[in-house]
């Protein structure tokens, strides 16, 4: 008699694997689409995450605000990682990178993702913060 | 068909599914797509034997240690079958039902597993990812393609032009009203969204209880039939249909089986055109 291990094994495994990735998702800040979960089309795609560095307009974080000056920064391979796996460490190497640029504190490095919603007949196109890393320092001059 | 010819062919089904992956998976590095491809051809050639099954999957698994977080999802489905067929390779009636039922389970869990990940989206729930698809040519493009839905093309071309505009904002802040392709889209994108869910679970119970009745081969056959006119995910579709392939060996009704492979070809063939 064939062991049932053979049988349920590949379906026990890719359901773990699932469970994990789950786990990473909300913990990590990993995109549903990817890390072996079947997430596909549950959100949006992880390409359609970015990272944005917000600059508070007068060097106070707990006064930011998306009115005055933001900019997207794309520190290439570390920005990248980030829009896979917006965890808070990713984030807090980005804010390295850009402190290396010269950049200097306090600001925010955020994933937002896009997002959508219907209202009244119309699809609105917008995004929604996933995650967000602030920094402390001295303010720029 | 005996049994053990219908399974060498739904094995051969699976062959083909990696051949299409290893062929259109430009992101991979070039040696594990030729690993991949040589254990395809051998599961083409030989489907009896364990090399072909075997050889995939280490091949997968080393593409799993090497990017893990990077790889579709087909990949991991893709590994735990071969994975599933070098456990359960052999002759016999008792090794063909174990491999039928290994697929079956496997099919049963990829269903259910991806049902739950949508239950815990709200904006799946919603609908409104599905309708955003709709307007920007995610959902609907194989149709359009088709020639069926001519209309929808202006639509999507104009909401490019929004989409690249929205990209390029300067604050996350920014929104930008797309264009409906057509009247009604959310409320499909909706009933869309919760068939979607029937479906998986449906299809997540007839595996799990009932592999071998023709219900069974004929979901399958529907919903990837489905799949492949709305979304370009054709290795996937491949996969599903040589897992359900091997789920309905020894079903006395050859005809979804038949149908299954149909479908799993033409995919596997327009994965690698496409």
């Known amino acids: 008699m064939t062991e049932r291990w053979r049988v349920w094994g590949p379906a026990v495994v890719l359901a773990a694997v699932a469970v994990v990735q789950r786990a990473r998702v909300d913990l990590q800040g990993l995109s549903a689409w990817k890390g072996g979960g079947m997430g596909m089309y549950s959100e949006f795609h992880w390409r359609e995450r970015e990272v944005w560095l917000h600059v508070p307009d007068d060097g106070r974080a707990d006064e930011a605000s998306f009115v005055g000056e933001a900019a997207m920064v794309s520190i290439e391979a570390r920005a990248f990682e980030c829009m896979l796996r917006a965890s808070d460490d990713c984030l807090r190497d980005v804010a390295v990178e850009v402190q290396v640029d010269g950049v200097h504190g306090p600001f925010a490095v955020e994933v937002w993702s896009w997002d959508s919603s219907s209202a009244q007949g119309q699809l609105r196109l917008q995004r929604r913060r996933v995650r967000a890393a602030p920094i402390e320092g001295e303010p720029g001059e | 068909m005996s049994t053990g010819r219908a399974t060498s062919t739904a094995t051969r089904a699976l062959g083909v599914a990696l051949l299409a992956y290893a062929a259109s998976s430009h992101a991979q590095l ?26 995939a999957t280490v091949g997968l698994l080393v593409a799993m240690g090497l990017a893990f977080d990077l790889l579709p999802n087909h990949h991991f489905v893709l590994a735990a079958a071969y994975g599933g067929l070098a456990l359960n390779l052999g002759e016999g009636a008792e090794a063909a039902n174990a491999r ?9 869990a990829v269903m259910a597993l991806a049902l739950i990940q949508k239950l815990l989206s709200p904006s799946y729930l919603r609908g409104d990812y599905f309708a955003y698809l709709f307007a920007t040519g995610g959902l609907g493009g194989p149709l359009e393609t088709l020639g069926w839905v001519p209309q929808w093309s202006q639509a999507w071309a104009d909401n490019a032009v929004k989409v690249a505009e929205f990209a390029a904002a300067d604050s996350p802040a920014s929104t930008v009203e797309l264009i409906a392709p057509f009247a009604g889209t959310h409320v499909a994108a909706r009933t869309l969204a919760v068939f979607v869910l029937f479906a998986e679970w449906w299809l997540a119970c007839v595996f799990a209880r009932a592999h071998r009745h023709r219900v069974a081969g004929w979901s399958l056959a529907v919903f990837v039939l489905g799949l492949m006119l709305l979304r370009e995910e054709y290795v996937f579709a491949s996969t599903l249909c040589a897992l ?4 309905q060996s020894g079903c006395e009704r050859a005809a979804p089986r038949r149908a299954l492979m149909a479908l799993g070809i033409t995919s596997a063939a327009l994965a690698v055109i496409a």
């Open chain 2, 100 to 108: 039928a039922r290994m697929a079956a389970l496997l099919l049963a």
């Open chain 2, 30 to 55: 070039v040696a594990i797509r030729l690993l991949l491809g040589v254990a395809a051809v051998m599961l083409l050639v030989f489907p009896e034997r364990r090399g072909g099954a075997t050889l």
């Open chain 2, 244 to 247: 359900g392939a091997v789920a």
